[in-house]
């Protein structure tokens, strides 16, 4: 079955690189998401990735995927106070239709 | 842009209430669903429809039915409201996906107290 991991805090400076990481156990995923949730709101697509892509950049963010290793990891460069929020990695299988299983999601806070 | 929207922000109910929460979509999106969000959990798949009429059990469906009867609206049914169904409800749609990267797209919530 499906199960997908985050860490769920991260505390970073202001200006800095976050890290956050995801692990998923099935091997058949698709595409890999990274969603973003702000206070009060819902959850916002951020990127993503294809299962038979290494990485992806857009902008600030770099997504990296490890197959072998079942590993996802999502990068912000210059960390700003604005990016603090909840970070979801979510993965689609194949045959699923378009279910996504989400992980627990990582609370990123930015100090100044 | 797609829009898709949660009639209440907030709602408070009370034990045994029957509840509706609604949700529309404006992009014509056949698939819908339905999520719970709790702290630590993240995200759990309570229902989710591929077309008007049509819906499928998430992981989570105890206590909760869905109707859909316009492509456009998907509503989630509490049949009698617990206290343990006080949390985030989250609405998605997506198009088909057809192999290709058709990204579920959210309302905006409505955090539900059961009293």
């Known amino acids: 079955g499906e199960d997908v991991e985050q860490s769920l805090f991260l505390s970073v400076r202001e200006g800095d690189s976050s890290v956050i990481n995801c692990t998923y156990t099935?091997?058949?995923?698709?595409?890999l998401y990274w969603y973003k949730q702000e206070p009060g709101a819902g959850l916002q697509l951020l990127t993503y990735i294809f299962s038979n892509m290494d990485m992806k950049q857009d902008q600030r963010l770099t997504v990296l995927l490890n197959k072998k290793d079942k590993h996802l990891s999502l990068r912000i460069a210059d960390t700003q106070t604005g990016d603090s929020a909840i970070y979801f990695c979510?993965?689609?299988?194949?045959?699923?239709?378009?279910?996504?299983?989400f992980g627990t999601g990582t609370q990123l806070k930015v100090e100044l | 842009d797609v829009k898709v929207t949660q009639s209440s922000r907030y709602l408070v109910k009370r034990t045994g209430e029957k509840v509706f929460l609604e949700c529309v979509q404006d992009m014509d999106h056949e698939n819908m669903f339905w999520y719970r969000q709790d702290p630590g959990l993240g995200l759990r798949l309570i229902y989710f429809?591929?077309?008007?009429?049509?819906?499928e059990k998430g992981d989570i469906p105890e206590g909760y039915s869905v109707s859909r009867e316009k492509k456009e609206r998907f509503s989630l049914i509490l049949e009698s409201a617990s206290t343990n169904q006080t949390s985030m409800y989250l609405c998605?749609?997506?198009?088909?996906?057809?192999?290709?990267?058709?990204?579920?797209?959210f309302g905006d919530g409505t955090r539900l107290s059961i009293l």
């Open positions: 998605a749609s997506s198009s088909p996906t057809g192999g290709s990267n058709q990204p579920q797209h």
């Open positions: 429809s591929y077309d008007v009429k049509m819906k």
């Open positions: 099935d091997s058949s995923s698709t595409y």
């Open positions: 979510a993965e689609r299988i194949t045959g699923g239709g378009n279910k996504l299983t």
